[in-house]
């Protein structure tokens, strides 16, 4: 049972890999951690990663290469701002052209230090991740951002009025998003109202 | 530890008192007095490996359901997928509804926040409805369907028109704002509503929350770990049946 206490925000793992110690391993290395999560587990081969992902909605995928027929490209949504980060198991005979497709590659030979390591570092990466020492207020440039998603402007528009790129607004808003632990521009928008960033009354259809 | 059949029905909720809720799906009540688990589905006509993997699924999120459970059919476990749905909608949702209709009415919250707060949760309430009679109205009739043409022999043209129009991969990609939802209702209550003075309906609340969530994850783990790969054999097999046939799809 890997379900800790639920007072902090649980990420969703992905984890594809047919051995099933390593499988086990994997969790305790992300127990190891302390950051909750769940976890869905597959041990065999996959035909169509681009739907599993779309399906389970992870935020980290952990993944055995050799189990996803005809691994061409990793599924990556443009338009979703939670786009999962890969972690790819691998072998030392794993060729650099697969190697290069993921986020983070995992050795399954590595030692453990180097396996903590590599976990702990991916882990910050990830929107919903506690991460005790980061400064969790919010910049002034996030905080103008959040104004304008509350508002109900997109992201390219956004973009237009602060004359920053729709990349830049994306990471902005996913650095927002973890740090106030709220996804949804209705989440945001009652956090806005509720510290006073913006007026009940300037707000369509809350 | 896994849940097996000479367990007694009481130990499994002394174990694991959130399955309760899953018993009452299946019509089984407390009161079981030393009954296993074997007994008391017999008593209620359950199929018993079918009650064990939902229960085990629900125990432990990492359990492997995947390859016997195939061989369950598809129309039991949307019997047990749109009871869970009346669950959600006509037991925990009204619910919470209520809980916090009172509390903004009775813990001193501003005129503003009142509204914010239970706008979010109609909001929520409207498009958790709306993804259930999405599956309830589409999904779960086309299932029923391919299971009715499989077992019988004979050749439809609907299902030919339905397999051209449905695949059950493309069902489940629009639910992840209905969960981010209930997410961000969780940090808004955690986090930024300011103290109230009803502290003991507002922990109720939380609490009734993450209970729906972990049911919620449950039922969503239930489909894309059990159904999607019964219904995606069903379709092959419709498929290969067809193409025998030498009728083009």
Redesign the interface.
Known sequence: MQIMAPVSNRICILLIEPSFLIREGLKTLLSNQGQPYRIEEFDAPVDDLEKLVNRINPDLVLLNPKLVIRLISLPRFNENIFEPFYIGLIESDTPAHIQSKFDQTLNLDAEKSELNKIMEKSLKQLPNCNSETENTSLSEREISILKLVALGNTNNEIADKLFISAHTVMTHRKNITRKLGIKTVSGLTVYAILNQLIKLEEVQGV | MRIHKDLKMAEVIHMNHHLLPVLNRFDIFLGFGERTVEAVCRDHKINLDFFLEIVNTFH???Y?P?RHLQTFKASMLIDYLQKTHSYYLDVKIPEIGQYITEIVQTSGFEE??R???K??FD?YQHELTNHITKEEQGVYPYVLRLEKVLESTLTSHEILEDLQKYSI?EY??DH??V???L???K??L?????PVSNYKLLNLILHEI?ELE?DL?NHG?IE??IL?PIVENMEKELHSRYADHGTCI
């Open positions: 432990d999120p990492s492997f995947l503003s926040h509204k914010l707060v706008n979010f909001q991969t489940e990609e992840d704002d969960e981010s939802k997410f961000d209702l940090n808004i955690i986090k930024y509503l300011p993450f972990s994850n783990h894309d770990l999607v």
